[in-house]
């Protein structure tokens, strides 16, 4: 798991801060160190309905999250 902060810039950019991390729950293989740095990459982010867009600088691609269901 890890924690940490974040701040938006009101033109729709992103800055990630990370804080304490732990590998206690990864299994081996686990892209957990990847998706970290890849988090770092972060610049700018944008809301597409329930998606959430991260986009990465220096033409590194975006991440895309979904909007989770009710439990």
């Known amino acids: 798991s890890a ?3 974040y701040t938006l ?3 729709g950019g ?3 801060e990370l804080g ?3 590998l ?3 299994e081996p293989g686990s892209l957990y160190d990847e998706y970290l740095e890849m ?3 972060v610049r700018t ?3 597409e309905g329930d998606q959430l867009v991260l986009n990465m600088m220096a033409d590194g691609g975006d991440l895309f999250f979904d909007k989770a269901s009710p439990a």
């Open 3 to 5: 924690s940490g902060t």
């Open 9 to 11: 810039d009101g033109a």
């Open 14 to 16: 992103l800055t990630l």
């Open 20 to 22: 304490p991390t732990t």
């Open 24 to 26: 206690a729950e990864c």
């Open 39 to 41: 988090l770092g990459w």
């Open 45 to 47: 982010y944008v809301l």
